[in-house]
């Protein structure tokens, strides 16, 4: 049968062909069609946006940043113009100039999350209702707000951006300026700010045997110890330093109070609206300030230079 055998002869001549010798099939050929579909395929991702840019943060008014402070705006927190420029609204220090720990690091911050100095607006807001609950005025606020977690229940607190002991301020001719250790200050009458860790800090640990008095502010305070009401005023330390030398003749600081056993050291936290989707990119702002060393460069500058304060034991 000639004919089948010639066919199964042509049958593998063509398969080694296709093996060839090495035994390596051959590639079929791609065309154009399949080749546009496959590029087609191959899709390079969108980079992922920046959620704390400037221009994708939820902020009060869009492209700009609104800060709160307290007013007073106490130095050495904020510092006064040489002079006020008119129609400010601010007594003592003012907010807008760059200038003190706390205009220092909020300009820091703003930076940071990419806002211009003309990209921020400032407003005045009382300490005493910002840390309660409800809808605020501002974006962020700084004005002494140290951390504490009964606080944080009903405003986020970020992370700190100063470290920070309570102190004693009192007048040099007094026998309170005579003490040397926390137990020596329960005889005397102390005073501090309503609803401040300050005056927290009196009433668990210091401890004192005449009821500490409460003052809507700290100038109150102040009032208070030149009238001869109270013996000594508890602030944070750097408060105490501005007291001591701008508000109190013969003024002196008693002494820089211990971190309560146990607890964490005191810091200052930016104060946000509970919940506030710009939480984490200001914690994220500060924590870049800090390795960069810009935050210890403003401490520095604001507050090292303001001189030491005896330690009470």
Partial sequence: MPRIRIVIVGFV?????????SGASIAPTIGPATQAASQAAVVTPEP???????????????????IGADNPAYPPF?????????????????????????????????QQLGFSQDQVTWVVAPFNNVIQPGPKSFDMYLTQVSYNADR??????????FDLNQAVVALAKDQ???VTTVAGLQPFKLGAQVGTTSYQYIVDQIKPTKDPAVYDTNDAAIQALNNGQIDGVVADLPSTFYMRDAQLTGGQIVGS??????QAVEHFSVLLDKGSSLTSCVNGAIAALKASGALDAIRDQWITQAGAAPQLQ
């Fill in 152 to 161: 944080a229940k009903v405003v986020d607190l970020s992370d700190g951006y």
């Fill in 78 to 110: 904020y510092i006064p113009d040489d002079t006020k420029p008119a129609g400010s609204v601010w007594e003592l220090g003012d907010p807008t100039n760059g200038k003190g720990l706390e205009s220092a690091t909020a300009y820091a911050i703003a």
């Fill in 48 to 66: 992922t946006a920046d959620p704390c840019a400037a221009a994708n943060l939820d902020t009060l008014t869009a492209g700009e940043l609104t």
């Fill in 176 to 178: 309170i300026s005579k």
């Fill in 13 to 21: 001549a063509l398969f080694a062909a296709a093996c060839g010798p």
């Fill in 257 to 262: 109070l211990p971190t309560a056993p146990g």
